[in-house]
Each structure stands twice: as structure tokens, then as C-alpha cells.
């Protein structure tokens, strides 16, 4: 999966690092190139410097062939254009109950998609792959507003093998 981030301070560095180490294509876009710094030595995604909701920026981070959108600047009115420029939506997604003792990975693997976090109690968190999902969790997912119907095909049902 490819994935933009918007913002390279430490909850975007952090964002970056973890996706990275799950395999994923990063492209973090920060307006101050001193921000990079954040970022270890290793991290082989692209450091795009610019303002995360110009259109010209977005598409030089691979915006258009994005899977998912972090927009987790400093500045939230930043952040909501970035997101509505970027046309990539959070969406809570709600999963059949077969799923329920299935762990995370295969729900992902099942739809193409990447959960980016649970709600468990008010407590929101990143799954891990091994997660299992528990009765009560609430599933959110960015995606490509075009692929959510797709999406939440998948999840009602029991969305292949396992």
C-alpha cells in the first residue's frame, strides 16, 4: 500500500515509521525540511517539501495512486483541507460478527484495505497484525471515498477465506 502523511513532527515521524515497518510506501510531505530530521536514517520512504494541501505537492507524494491519507499537521483547519483536497476519507466501518475472534491481518488481507485503528471502550489504538477483533471494537479505515461501498461489502460479510 502506498500511504501520504502530511506532517513530519513526531506523530507523523512515528505514523511513518510504523507503516513503514509494516511494508507499506510512505511519502511524508512537511512545508520545513528541517522537520525531516525526524525520520531515521533507514527510512527509505519520500520527503516531499511543501504545503500538504497544495494539489501539485499531493500528486508529488503519489496522491493518486494512494491507498490512504494522514493528514497530522500542527494545524487542524491544515489537516480538514488537506483531507477534502486529498479526497480520502476516515470512515468507521461496521463488520459482521463472524469476524469476531479474527485476527486484523486477515480482515486487511480480505479486503484490500488497512484498518487504522480501533475504538475499544473509548480507547482508541493501531492495530498490530496479530490483533484479534472483539465484540464491541469499532473498525475505522482510510480510503478512497469511490472504494468505501466496496469496502463495506466486505466487512458485512465474511470476506473470503481463512
Request: net charge negative.
Amino acid at each position: 500500500m502506498h500511504i501520504v502523511i502530511m506532517g513530519c513532527g513526531r506523530v507523523g515521524s512515528t505514523l511513518a515509521h510504523i507503516l513503514e515497518d509494516r511494508d507499506n510506501s510512505i511519502a511524508i510531505i512537511d512545508r520545513n525540511p528541517e522537520a525531516f530530521r525526524r525520520l531515521r536514517s533507514s527510512f527509505k520512504g519520500e520527503r516531499v517539501t511543501g504545503i500538504g494541501f497544495d494539489r501539485a505537492v499531493l500528486i508529488q507524494a503519489g496522491i493518486e495512486r494512494a491507498d490512504a491519507f494522514a493528514a497530522v499537521s500542527s494545524g487542524d483547519n491544515s489537516n480538514i483541507i488537506a483531507a477534502r483536497v486529498a479526497k480520502i476519507v476516515l470512515a468507521e466501518v461496521a463488520f459482521s460478527p463472524v469476524w469476531i475472534g479474527e485476527q486484523v491481518k486477515a480482515l486487511e488481507a480480505s479486503s484490500l484495505t488497512r484498518i487504522v485503528f480501533l475504538d475499544r471502550l473509548g480507547q482508541a489504538f493501531v492495530p498490530e497484525p496479530g490483533t484479534v477483533l472483539q465484540e464491541g471494537d469499532v473498525i475505522h479505515v482510510v480510503a478512497k471515498e469511490s472504494e468505501l461501498d466496496r469496502i463495506a461489502a466486505i466487512f458485512a460479510s465474511r470476506g473470503g477465506e481463512h
